[in-house]
């Protein structure tokens, strides 16, 4: 941790109560390339001020064997503390480093976990308890990760663990997730990619820091479409709208031309929205499929996008939609700025409440017609010219 030293330094507080017996309950000891936390680096801390005559050292998956049972690899980690404690006595002053030792054993193993608990007290007379996570899930994936974190890696320098969606993770492994989290190997870099970060669990979303990605802008996207793959303006504009901004599904599109546009792209049209039975046979069509839901807020949120941007501009470069400038027209002279912002900001909010159990075709139902309510009823303040 020799690399946060300085922004340590720059603030320090006196000791509340500089006489008081202080056991640290809760420290450990590493050294690696990257990054050394012994004996010095301790007392560093612990040095301050404050009356700390004794620490205790808690397991942190380091140190372990590389070859035996794996069950008994853990208690090397024990022989380490007892080796640095001992080796501590003679210059640490009054404070007893390491005077209790919390190892680690796999309390899953049942009856044969007691050759695991009497080769630690071997290890070590300072040992007094295991630590053993509860959280636990039954992919072999993590449990894979955490068996292969305290080995560092034979040629790269990093160990990356890449987790693409977490909010997939059950809260079990989320949990478990979060315990390695807690005190990740300094020779580890966790990759935790998600959609929403509101869907994660907080304490997991506080561990780590944010790097939002945003996705390329609409010009990017179409440039690509027209200028690598050849395709023409208005087909690239296309399958930017049905791939909802997103390049990647936006290229695979590309690829089978024959594909029919998602029937939900009439609900622009007034004939559409006008008809709740046609809205909802579209709803109907969506069933269960939460993907086609994901499709019809998408797209619903680009077409009031549209509309807005036709309202205020009546440029056809500026919307997604060009081909379809009456359609925009009949709706932005129907809706007021007020009243697309207010209906975007609603289908933000069912979008983020899709990963919950919602029915999506009731989700649909209740978003197409609560749309067409506004469209088809404008206030007064509606019908303002832009």
Request: aromatic letters at 6%.
């Amino acid at each position: 941790m020799t690399e946060q030293v300085p922004w340590l330094a720059r603030t320090t507080e006196d000791a509340i109560d500089p006489e008081l017996v202080i056991c640290d309950p809760h420290h450990h000891l590493w050294e690696y390339p990257q990054s050394r936390y012994l004996v010095d680096e301790l007392l560093g801390d612990i040095g301050d001020g404050h009356r700390v005559e004794s620490t205790v050292y808690i397991e942190c998956n380091r140190m372990y064997r590389a070859e035996g049972p794996p069950a008994l690899r853990p208690v090397a980690e024990t022989e380490y503390v007892e080796h640095i404690a001992a080796a501590s006595e003679r210059r640490a002053g009054t404070v007893r480093i390491a005077a209790g030792i919390v190892g680690f054993a796999d309390l899953t193993l049942g009856s044969s976990v007691q050759a695991v608990l009497e080769a630690h007290l071997q290890a070590s007379g300072r040992i007094r308890g295991i630590r053993y996570a509860t959280a636990w899930d039954p992919s072999d994936q993590i449990r894979e990760v955490q068996a292969a974190l305290p080995y560092q890696p034979l040629v790269a320098s990093p160990r990356v663990v890449l987790i693409p969606d977490a909010t997939l993770l059950r809260l079990d492994g989320a949990n478990a997730l979060l315990k390695t989290l807690e005190e990740p190997p300094s020779h580890a870099l966790f990759i935790v990619m998600a959609p929403q970060r509101e869907r994660l669990l907080p304490t997991i979303v506080s561990r780590c820091q944010a790097v939002r990605c945003s996705p390329p802008s609409q010009e990017a996207v179409i440039e690509h479409l027209t200028a690598r793959l050849g395709l023409p303006a208005e087909r690239a504009r296309a399958l930017f709208v049905q791939a909802q901004g997103r390049i990647g599904p936006a290229i695979q599109a590309a690829s089978a031309p024959g594909e029919e546009a998602p029937p939900y792209e009439d609900v622009g049209a007034p004939s559409t929205i006008a008809d709740p039975v046609r809205l909802l046979d579209l709803a109907q069509g969506i069933g269960k499929d939460q993907e086609a839901l994901r499709g019809l807020l998408a797209w619903l949120t680009l077409w009031l996008r549209d509309v807005l941007a036709w309202r205020l501009t009546r440029d056809p470069d500026r919307v997604l939609h060009p081909d379809r400038r009456a359609d925009l027209a009949w709706w932005a002279d129907r809706l007021s700025t007020d009243d697309v912002l207010d209906l975007a900001s609603g289908l933000h909010a069912v979008w983020t409440s899709v990963h919950r159990n919602l029915n999506p075709q009731l989700v649909a139902e209740a978003a197409l017609l609560h749309i067409a309510q506004r469209v088809n009823h404008p206030t007064p303040r509606c019908q303002e010219i832009a």
